[in-house]
């Protein structure tokens, strides 16, 4: 069936490094993608979005990648910083509603100091 | 602006019973959702609203009703709860019209005994 899945459960990344978290999807049909952070007893928050017309956007040290060709959309932080441990969700327009979106099972992202 | 509210963050129920989970908005939305979280996972669609007077399902609706008599206000109700109920809900918001953007709230913990 039509899901959005994550590679890697948990990252371990030093302060300082660059982050890479990875989101496959199934759905040839969606056309918008969305990456959420989530910090312990927290809702998620938006962090970036993309169009299925783009394969690239950036934001405050966050860039989003998107390859259509083979369903995969990655989530890039740079200069990784303790503030960024939290899970991270990628997000797709799904099959419910154009504006209902389907989530992944996340993943969790931990920087050490 | 507070964004989007639920009441309460915390409950326990006993087998059998109902409740109303609360949310409301002050952006204006039109579009309204809820979503459960079990751990570890990601988040699921129970019902979602794309403006007052209007509802529909989403993945998971069993077990859960919804009305939306104001743009505001999207209550979730619980007729008779049941442990496979327990889990996080979450209730958000978006416009719609310009973009798909969610906005969470900040979740209500729900334990079903």
């Known amino acids: 069936g039509e899901s959005v899945g994550l590679h890697l459960p948990t990252l371990s990344v030093q302060e300082g490094d660059n982050s890479i978290i990875n989101c496959a999807y199934s759905n040839s049909a969606s056309d918008y993608f969305i990456w959420y952070k989530q910090e312990s007893g927290k809702g998620p928050q938006f962090i970036i979005d993309?169009?299925?017309?783009?394969d690239k956007r950036q934001g405050q040290r966050v860039t989003v990648l998107l390859n259509k060709t083979v369903k995969h959309l990655s989530l890039q932080i740079a200069a990784t910083q303790p503030g960024d441990s939290a899970v991270y969700f990628c997000?797709?327009?799904?099959?419910?509603?154009?504006?209902?979106?389907?989530f992944g099972s996340g993943t969790r992202l931990q920087v050490q100091p | 602006n507070a964004g989007v509210t639920q009441t309460p963050k915390f409950r326990i129920l006993k087998i059998g019973q109902s409740m109303t989970l609360q949310c409301t908005q002050d952006m204006n939305h039109n579009y309204m959702y809820w979503y459960r979280q079990d751990p570890g996972m990601g988040l699921k669609l129970i019902y979602y609203?794309?403006?007052?007077?209007?509802?529909d399902k989403g993945e998971v609706p069993n077990g859960y009703n919804v009305s939306r008599s104001t743009t505001e206000d999207f209550p979730l109700r619980l007729e008779l709860a049941a442990p496979s109920q327990t889990s996080v809900y979450f209730c958000?918001?978006?416009?719609?019209?310009?973009?798909?953007?969610?906005?969470f709230g900040s979740g209500t913990q729900l334990s079903v005994l």
């Open positions: 993309i169009r299925s017309n783009m």
């Open positions: 997000a797709e327009t799904g099959r419910t509603g154009r504006r209902a979106l389907t």
């Open positions: 609203s794309v403006g007052a007077g209007i509802t």
């Open positions: 958000a918001s978006s416009d719609g019209a310009t973009n798909e953007k969610l906005f």
